[in-house]
């Protein structure tokens, strides 16, 4: 297996490379070298190509995870294993005295169906709007909060008293508790009511459109879910020194990075990109009357955050018939943040500290890609691997070829040398589909 990336400025350029990087690498692996191709590989021809969009696909899981955004949302999230008045875990009234609480559970600790909390919590002083209407916790087996969409379609997959189309259908049309939950009435303190980004017709219609999946009246979450990692890296020292005139300058070229992009498939792609570089170059000059050195630092990261965080824009596994499969993931869009301070000392008497300047970096999103053979060429429900090398050539990587990250280059020996930042690149994939 190899991997590869591609900018989207240089597809042509790579897609003729591709031709060299496969005879090269034919012949490597049969000595069991592991091979990392420097670009994108050709692209088979259209006709012999099946292609999966990972983001508009039509599978079941897919379409479920258009639920997402209700589902995960405070209104159904709270009480689908969130808040938990029993316990006091992120309630804000505290743990449910036990002996109230005691005749509205059962021995799971989960609240008996139709046992009205609204009793104690209006005495409490904290539920007060009357316009609150009865509601209740949902089972801990149908938890909601921080859960893939793949997880919580199987729980209701698993759940006997919803996991048919037909009775599903009438729970998300008729049931009050998800009703109440779009109206957004929440009888804490008056407070104003929150609710979903979709209206409840609009919740339905994307339920129905899921639901007609079914088989034998029975719902399906098949679909891709897995991942990937890729993470770039650079440690890298150039040194060079100069002598002329009765002066010389020594120069120290450090460039340090890390770059992580994590792919989630689930349902939908997402994507974490996180980015930590930095370059310093000192200088120091010796006259005969004294020293003066120079430093020069710049730190780059994501603006405003740890993490730059959305979905992807792009993102296809293509299968041809010999068994070869090629992933293409295209990333949001990025701003990070270059920030540069020069500091100077003159003859080891005056230090002139330089005051940081930021900028911000306006990034396309980038493309990340890998490919492989299939084992059994009729059986694409997995796909994995890992492939690790490193890029010697500035664009071909996202920390030198994404432009004001890190120089491609550094100055060594007398500086009329320049060598290429060398980047090591690691790439895993997991994806399986779900049937």
């Not at 009205?116 to 909601?144: E, I, M, V």
């Not at 999946?213 to 040194?239: L, M, P, Y």
């Amino acid at each position: 297996m190899s991997g590869w990336r591609e900018t989207g400025r240089d597809a042509a350029r790579d897609t003729r490379r591709w031709r060299m990087v496969a005879l090269v690498a034919a012949g490597l692996t049969g000595l069991g070298i592991v091979v990392m191709a420097t670009s994108a590989p050709e692209a088979p021809p259209v006709q012999q190509v099946d292609t999966i969009d990972l983001i508009r696909n039509n599978d079941p899981l897919t379409k479920f995870s258009k639920l997402m955004p209700v589902l995960t949302h405070d209104r159904c999230a709270n009480c689908h294993g969130d808040v938990n008045p029993f316990t006091g875990d992120n309630h804000e009234g505290g743990m449910l005295d036990p002996a109230v609480a005691a005749p509205l559970r059962d021995p799971d600790g989960d609240q008996i169906l139709g046992t009205d909390f609204n009793q104690p919590c209006r005495a409490s002083g904290c539920h007060t709007d009357p316009q609150a209407r009865f509601w209740a916790l949902a089972p801990k087996k149908t938890r909601f909060a921080d859960q893939s969409a793949s997880a919580i379609c199987g729980e209701i997959q698993d759940n006997p008293k919803f996991n048919t189309a037909t009775s599903l259908r009438k729970h998300v049309r008729e049931d009050e508790l998800i009703l109440a939950g779009f109206i957004g009435t929440r009888g804490f303190l008056n407070t104003s009511p929150d609710r979903p980004r979709m209206s409840a017709a609009d919740f339905s219609r994307l339920a129905e459109e899921w639901l007609k999946d079914s088989v034998e009246d029975k719902i399906r979450c098949s679909g891709w879910v897995g991942t990937i990692f890729q993470t770039e890296t650079v440690n890298s020292i150039a040194k060079g020194n100069t002598a002329t005139g009765g002066f010389s300058t020594e120069r120290e070229d450090t460039a340090i990075a890390t770059r992580t992009v994590k792919v989630f498939v689930n349902g939908g792609v997402k994507v974490e990109i996180s980015v930590q570089a930095k370059q310093t170059v000192g200088e120091t000059i010796v006259s005969p009357d004294c020293s003066t050195t120079s430093l020069n630092v710049v730190d780059v990261h994501p603006k405003g955050a740890e993490t730059t965080v959305g979905e992807a824009q792009k993102a296809e596994i293509l299968f041809t018939p010999g068994g070869r499969y090629y992933i293409s993931i295209k990333g949001p869009d990025e701003i990070n943040e270059r920030v540069e301070r020069s500091d100077v000392s003159l003859c080891g008497l005056m230090s002139l500290p330089g005051q940081p300047t930021a900028v911000n970096l306006p990034h396309d999103g980038w493309v990340i890609g890998m490919d492989g053979v299939l084992p059994d060429p009729s059986n694409r429900t997995r796909l994995n691997g890992m492939t690790s090398g490193v890029i010697r050539t500035e664009h071909d990587a996202w920390l030198t070829g994404s432009g004001g990250v890190l120089a491609p280059f550094q100055i060594q020996g007398n500086g009329s040398e320049t060598v290429p930042v060398k980047v090591s690149v690691t790439t895993e994939w997991d994806l399986r589909q779900l049937r």
